[in-house]
């Protein structure tokens, strides 16, 4: 959730993103990618791709060139960004879909102890009924806190989709 608060507040994201927009659009003036509205995250690895022609320029990266600038000209806005998104590099090494996964293999082990525990006490009546209050009181638990956990991951789902949807993506 941090790493998705820290991209939705970052004003010094927004102004790099905004610098990035700025360069394309003049980049490719009077062609059909020009006055783009907003840029895709996949245009940004192509950054490093575009090298300066200039004489003297020594081949400079539009990725470079646009970093170099923010920190000498805009080091109030654009150039802090990076300080302001610190916690989304780990977060983005983990994908959403993992986290649905490892919930419901979760679920599914507690449902699994709970049938084991059922079969088991039908089977054996001198397991004891302390033993199976114990359990199942466990199981209940177990079951709870599942739930809460896919409740608390609710809003931040639709805080990854508002991440998302503000750097253009889908």
Known sequence: GLACAQLTLSRGLEEMLALVLLAGNVVN???GRGGCAGVRLD???KLGDVKSMASGAGGLS???LLVNLADERLP????RWPAEVGDVAEAARVPWAKVQLELTAMKRCVELCGRVLRATSRRDESLGAAFSAKVSAWLRGASAQLEGQRDALKPLQALVGACAARLGED
């Open 29 to 31: 003036e009077g062609s």
């Open 62 to 64: 539009l990725l470079r």
């Open 76 to 79: 109030a806005t654009a150039g």
């Open 43 to 45: 245009a940004l690895a």
